[in-house]
T-cell receptor, first 110, second 118 residues
């Protein structure tokens, strides 16, 4: 079916290290992908997006990679900080709707 | 701008009671979305409005759920009667859509309403 497949794993990293969060999507028709960050008790917050005609996009400390061949998306966070601790969701957009994955919890150890 | 405003932040009610959740989108945004978040199902789109008109309500779970947007600055999500399985965090999000049919891009989410139905 149309779903984005995050299984809510937990990723624990040391402060200062790089983090990589992965996401598998299922719908070939999706042409736009977004990463959101959700801190405890708050709503999701936009981090970065990428269109299907790109395979990489960089923001401030974050990079999103898209591999359409295997329907895989990743979010890389450089020099992870305690403030990066949150649940991260990828979302795909088949037919103009946002469909969210289950999320990955990132825990940053000081 | 204060961002998307939702009220109440927390709601505890008993099964069978009517629940009304409220949302004030960001001023100038023309589209509003209601989502439900649970551990089991993650974030699910319930309904979205464009220029106060419901465009897609296919995510509304059943007739007990209804949503209205009487004007550009206010929307409600009502559950009547409520059931324990409706317990979740309900988010409202808004966005300015410039291109018809384009509903993605950066949606701005409110802080959510945590609903507990006993």
């Amino acid at each position: 079916g149309e779903s984005v497949g995050l299984h809510l794993p937990t990723l624990s990293v040391q402060e200062g290290d790089n983090s990589i969060i992965n996401c598998a999507y299922s719908n070939s028709a999706s042409d736009y992908f977004i990463w959101y960050k959700q801190e405890s008790g708050k709503g999701p917050q936009f981090i970065i997006d990428i269109r299907s005609n790109m395979d990489k996009r960089q923001g401030q400390r974050v990079t999103v990679l898209l591999n359409k061949t295997v329907k895989h998306l990743s979010l890389q966070i450089a020099a992870t900080q305690p403030g990066d601790s949150a649940v991260y969701f990828c979302a795909e957009t088949p037919g103009g709707k946002l469909i969210f994955g289950q999320g990955t919890e990132l825990s940053v150890k000081p | 701008d204060a961002g998307v405003i939702q009220s109440p932040r927390h709601e505890v009610t008993e099964m069978g009671q009517e629940v009304t959740l409220r949302c004030k989108p960001i001023s100038g945004h023309n589209s509003l979305f209601w989502y439900r978040q649970t551990m089991m199902r993650g974030l699910e789109l319930l309904i979205y409005f464009n220029n106060n008109v419901p465009i897609d309500d296919s995510g509304m779970p059943e007739d007990r759920f209804s949503a209205k947007m009487p004007n550009a600055s206010f929307s409600t999500l009502k559950i009547q009667p409520s059931e324990p399985r409706d317990s979740a965090v309900y988010f409202c999000a808004s966005i300015l859509i410039r291109v018809p049919g384009q509903v993605y891009n950066e949606q701005f989410f409110g802080p959510g309403t945590r609903l507990t139905v006993l």
